[in-house]
């Protein structure tokens, strides 16, 4: 048993700003050991997400207390019996631990594990438990198997991938969410080839990595749509050709852009609305991705005969469709040869303690990505 701090999501839906109400409390919290089959992590970054946020305001339901936080990296500790892992290796966490022999996980789609999702929605880890107890008892629940605004943290050794070394902890954080969804979003979901036209809706760390996953694949045409201004400006750097901003005239926009839509079109922002506004920047015969959540049970409405008469596509894209013990490190390799620098989307690093703060910058769209370092 050790003591660690953390970061504890109370009481979900309380107003922003967030650094006024505190739905999150940093409090010390008692840490079992690793079971079999499990990491001990000491985390040294967080990332700052989306998917945290709709935790916090209420949109996605789960179990509380929680201890939050599920893109992040850190150095293994201790091991359970049972792992490949070994202390002092440097991991990256994903946020669904892919059991590896179900179904879904043996047919190559570990993003749709069962016992994982499965978890994930208990608030547990992978083999069921809890590790963490407050000071007065009660068992915070886990965010998506990982819990990383903690100090330290226990997880699944099927939620770990190994890196190397070198790579710097508050990038390496990045590859466990924001480019494992956005780049896989556009490489497996759309698959984008050389010469498509390209739209991505919504400028965050997973929309931006999108963006830089489809300039790498060769995309011809990169729209950027969002309704912050300095988003739109950071797409321009980072490759977009045109940028467009968010709203109601965003449709017509990007169809002049491109002649009748683009090809393929990548939504990140969990909104129904724009989801429909994607389906309908897309050209017939094109491809239309999303993967943001929308709160469970709001309704989308689409022309269901453009679905046949125009040969259209709507795929849903979670954990981008990909596999990570074969993408992180593949993404970092893209990293390091210069044609993923997603070290741009890092807006910032903050303390653990300011996390209510920077999740107000998040909300507000004023923060791509922050990170809290350890």
């Given at each position: 048993?050790?003591?660690?701090?953390?970061?504890?999501?109370?009481?979900?839906?309380?107003?922003?700003?967030y650094?006024?109400?505190?739905?999150?409390e940093?409090t010390?919290?008692?840490?079992?050991?690793?079971?079999p089959?499990e990491?001990?992590?000491?985390?040294?970054?967080?990332?700052l997400?989306?998917?945290?946020?709709?935790?916090?305001?209420?949109?996605?339901?789960?179990p509380?207390?929680?201890?939050?936080?599920?893109?992040?990296?850190?150095?293994?500790?201790?091991?359970?019996?049972g792992t490949?892992?070994?202390p002092?290796?440097?991991?990256?966490?994903?946020?669904?631990?892919?059991?590896?022999?179900?179904?879904?996980?043996?047919?190559?789609?570990p993003?749709?594990?069962?016992?994982?999702?499965?978890?994930?929605?208990a608030?547990?880890?992978?083999?069921g438990?809890?590790?963490?107890?407050?000071?007065?008892?009660?068992?915070?629940?886990?965010?998506?198997g990982?819990?990383?605004?903690s100090?330290?943290?226990?997880?699944?050794?099927r939620?770990?991938?190994?890196?190397?070394?070198?790579?710097?902890?508050?990038i390496?954080?990045?590859?466990?969410?924001?480019?494992l969804?956005?780049a896989?979003?556009?490489?497996?979901?759309?698959?984008?080839?050389?010469?498509?036209?390209?739209?991505?809706?919504?400028?965050?760390?997973?929309g931006?990595?999108?963006?830089?996953?489809?300039?790498?694949a060769?995309?011809?045409?990169?729209?950027?749509?969002?309704?912050?201004?300095?988003?739109?400006?950071?797409?321009?750097?980072l490759g977009?050709?045109?940028?467009?901003?968010?709203?109601?005239?965003?449709?017509?926009?990007?169809?002049?852009?491109?002649?009748?839509?683009?090809?393929?079109?990548i939504?990140?922002?969990?909104?129904?609305g724009?989801l429909?506004?994607s389906?309908?920047?897309?050209r017939?015969?094109?491809?239309?991705?999303?993967?943001?959540?929308?709160?469970?049970?709001e309704?989308?409405?689409?022309?269901a005969?453009?679905?046949?008469?125009?040969?259209?596509?709507?795929?849903?894209?979670?954990?981008?469709?990909?596999?990570?013990?074969?993408?992180?490190?593949?993404f970092?390799?893209m990293?390091r040869?210069?044609?993923?620098?997603?070290?741009?989307?890092?807006?910032?690093?903050?303390?653990?303690?300011?996390?209510n703060?920077?999740?107000?910058?998040?909300?507000?769209?004023?923060?791509?990505?922050q990170v809290?370092?350890?």
């Amino acid at each position: 048993m050790m003591r660690t701090r953390s970061a504890v999501l109370v009481e979900a839906g309380r107003p922003a700003p967030y650094a006024a109400s505190r739905p999150i409390e940093v409090t010390e919290l008692e840490l079992d050991p690793p079971g079999p089959g499990e990491l001990l992590v000491r985390i040294g970054a967080a990332g700052l997400c989306h998917s945290d946020l709709s935790v916090i305001n209420g949109s996605r339901v789960r179990p509380l207390p929680m201890a939050l936080g599920h893109e992040a990296a850190g150095e293994v500790v201790e091991t359970g019996a049972g792992t490949e892992f070994a202390p002092g290796d440097r991991v990256v966490l994903a946020f669904v631990p892919a059991c590896g022999s179900c179904e879904r996980c043996t047919g190559g789609r570990p993003a749709l594990c069962t016992p994982g999702a499965q978890a994930n929605g208990a608030g547990t880890l992978l083999g069921g438990g809890r590790r963490f107890t407050a000071a007065d008892g009660t068992r915070p629940h886990h965010h998506l198997g990982v819990s990383a605004f903690s100090e330290y943290t226990v997880v699944s050794a099927r939620s770990a991938v190994k890196i190397d070394a070198e790579l710097p902890l508050d990038i390496a954080a990045l590859f466990g969410c924001a480019v494992l969804t956005g780049a896989g979003a556009a490489l497996y979901s759309a698959r984008v080839e050389p010469g498509d036209s390209v739209a991505v809706f919504g400028l965050g760390g997973v929309g931006l990595a999108a963006l830089l996953a489809a300039k790498a694949a060769g995309a011809a045409e990169l729209i950027a749509v969002d309704v912050v201004a300095h988003k739109r400006d950071l797409a321009r750097t980072l490759g977009a050709t045109r940028t467009v901003e968010g709203g109601p005239d965003a449709v017509e926009a990007v169809r002049d852009l491109t002649g009748g839509g683009a090809e393929k079109v990548i939504d990140t922002t969990g909104v129904v609305g724009v989801l429909e506004q994607s389906y309908a920047a897309t050209r017939p015969g094109g491809t239309t991705v999303t993967v943001g959540l929308p709160a469970p049970g709001e309704p989308l409405t689409l022309p269901a005969l453009s679905l046949v008469a125009e040969e259209r596509t709507l795929r849903g894209s979670y954990l981008g469709s990909s596999v990570p013990r074969r993408d992180i490190p593949r993404f970092i390799a893209m990293y390091r040869a210069g044609v993923l620098p997603v070290d741009a989307l890092l807006s910032g690093r903050l303390p653990l303690d300011d996390v209510n703060a920077g999740f107000d910058l998040l909300h507000t769209g004023e923060a791509v990505r922050q990170v809290v370092t350890f």
